[in-house]
């Protein structure tokens, strides 16, 4: 095998791991969302769903891009065989995460009421305070992260994700029952004890992602701290002549974050703006803020918590695209970018497509079998807007390529185009299609769509790359198709003698098997394609005693 056979395998590989690791933490989140649901309920949803899009937009601006900046600036540098400027810009990169992840930190301490106060839940306050110190912890965390993934490991990456969301699941559950209570008892001395129960509960839910967070992070540290030993071997190697100044590397890490904070603050302010427009309009259209705390707590807590499992992988991919292109980059290895580019987007779209025809199938199953949801607005929910799963993954994916290729305005550029658009589609649905929540559900799916069609532009323009539909996009889609139709008609028989959960189970494991068979028949992955995911030996050799591959 050839040097950039291997390179490029690896490049799948480690984001396999990683998506993998996503998969499974955002499978443990949907799990332990389930007891947290039923604990607080959804006016409780609510409340944690307004501290957290509070949290998360300070965390973007404080440091969410780090760890991918630090991958693509260590990995470029890595390429070079400059070891010591690598771990020098990793150094310089953990004092900015402290001064970043500190002042974020203080911000959200000191001016929770009034935050929250904005958003019309002044009660989210107690879940935002409690997100104030893992504002640091997930800082100083993400420049660990992003120097393995430079140095082309996620692994260290996907066991702290895991171990993260372990932790996060037990003591939210724990906290939010403890707290529920003691919220409720307080509740029923000032005459609500449901809402006050509701708000303390919530803040048991943020205070597991802060022991998450900690976790995750003393479990990266651990791994770094062994690791400098066989650091300071290859930094002894490094006999290069050019030594980075802190100055200089701080200028750097601003002028590679800035851009993905742009773009990805943009992103996740819109839900905070969906938010205000939502509420507002339908306060003006007559709806109750009890009705409007619900809608918008089943959106957050149910459609957007199962949506985001699949856009997960995408985010993984991501991950490992930019250090693995940027490296190529750095080397000018056009070939190696276009093979990296088209196999990033094949096994993004051989995951999201059946993922979003899952959803669209198992809609009503699902938010039953998870929820105990059995509303006809829950399943319509998510069958409105499962199709947003294709096309943030692609459009989460493409904003790596374009990072990782050195075009780090065309995101921002592209993010405030479909940004703008996607403002003025919610008015009017809101206004004039009177859609109420489905608005926001279609007007996200409107954002999606232009993100991927301006940054495939985008992509084109800079490398030259077309989108392969018939092998990217249609396969996927024809074997998504034959599975939907064979999984739920074997949903529906099963049903006849079980319950939904027995049928649920029985009918998403057949989808599972059913589309793997379809996709080696119709030639939709290959072998290679195979080998390059973790267990693929195993995968291959199955699929020939299956007599689905030759």
């Known amino acids: ?121 002044p009660l989210s306050f107690f879940s935002l305070e409690f997100l104030a110190p893992c504002l640091v912890v997930a800082a100083v965390m993400g420049v660990l992260r992003g120097f393995f993934q430079g140095l082309g490991t996620m692994v260290p990456s996907a066991i702290s994700q895991v171990i993260e969301q372990i932790v996060n699941a037990v003591v939210s559950v724990m906290a939010a029952y403890g707290l529920y209570q003691y919220g ?115 959106y957050t807590g149910k459609y957007r918590l199962l949506i985001n499992v699949p856009i997960s992988i995408a985010s993984a991919l991501a991950a490992s695209t930019v250090p693995a292109l940027s490296a190529s980059h750095a080397k000018k290895d056009r070939r190696r970018i276009e093979h990296q580019i088209n196999a990033g987007m094949r096994l993004s779209m051989i995951i999201a497509v059946p993922c ?84 926001v559900i279609l007007a996200n799916v409107i954002y999606a769509v232009l993100m991927c069609i301006l940054n495939q532009i985008g992509i084109r323009r800079a490398t030259g790359y077309r989108f392969d539909f018939f092998g990217i996009f249609l396969k996927p889609l024809i074997a998504s198709a034959v599975m939907g139709v064979a999984a739920f008609g074997i949903y529906k028989l099963v049903r006849i003698l079980f319950g939904n959960g027995v049928s649920a189970i029985v009918g998403m494991i057949a989808a599972m098997f059913i589309y793997f068979i379809v996709l080696l028949l119709i030639r939709g992955i290959s072998e290679s394609d195979l080998k390059k995911l973790p267990k693929g030996t195993w995968l291959v050799s199955l699929a020939k005693k299956m007599h689905l591959l030759r």
């Open 1 to 121: 095998m050839s040097g950039n056979q291997k390179s490029n395998t690896n490049f799948l590989m480690q984001g396999s791991i990683l998506a993998a690791a996503s998969l499974v933490s955002r499978v443990i989140g949907l799990v332990y969302r389930i007891p947290l649901q039923r604990i607080i309920g959804d006016r409780g949803m609510d409340f944690y769903a307004t501290s957290f899009e509070v949290y998360s937009i300070l965390l973007l601006i404080s440091s969410y891009s780090l760890p991918l900046a630090v991958s693509k600036l260590v990995s470029a540098r890595v390429a070079r065989g400059q070891r010591k400027n690598a771990y020098r810009l990793m150094r310089g990169a953990f004092l900015f995460a402290l001064l970043t992840g500190t002042t974020a930190g203080l911000i959200v301490w000191f001016f929770s009421k009034q935050i929250t106060q904005f958003f019309e839940t």
């Open 184 to 298: 409720a008892k307080i509740g029923a001395v000032l005459g609500d004890p449901e809402k006050y129960g509701s708000a303390y509960g919530a803040a048991g839910g943020t205070l597991g992602t802060l022991s998450g967070a900690l976790a995750g992070f003393l479990f990266i540290l651990v791994i770094f701290l062994l690791y400098r030993t066989i650091l300071k071997r290859q930094m002894k190697r490094d006999h290069s002549m050019e030594e980075e100044s802190y100055g200089n590397i701080i200028k750097i890490l601003i002028l590679t974050i800035v851009p993905v904070l742009l773009s990805t603050t943009i992103y996740n302010v819109s839900a905070i703006i969906d938010t205000r427009i939502f509420k507002n309009v339908a306060l003006l259209q007559g709806y109750t803020a009890t009705d409007i705390g619900v809608w918008w707590g089943k």
């Open 356 to 439: 979003a025809v899952g959803l669209f199938v198992f809609a009503g199953p699902v938010m039953e079998l998870l929820f105990n949801d059995t509303s006809e607005l829950a399943a319509r929910m998510l069958q409105s807007g499962c199709v947003a799963v294709i096309f943030y993954s692609l459009s989460t994916l493409s904003n790596g390529i374009l990072q990782g290729i050195d075009r780090m305005r065309v995101p921002v550029i592209n993010a405030v185009i479909s940004l703008a658009i996607h403002i003025g589609s919610l008015y009017a649905l809101l206004y004039f299609a009177n859609l109420n929540i489905y608005a």
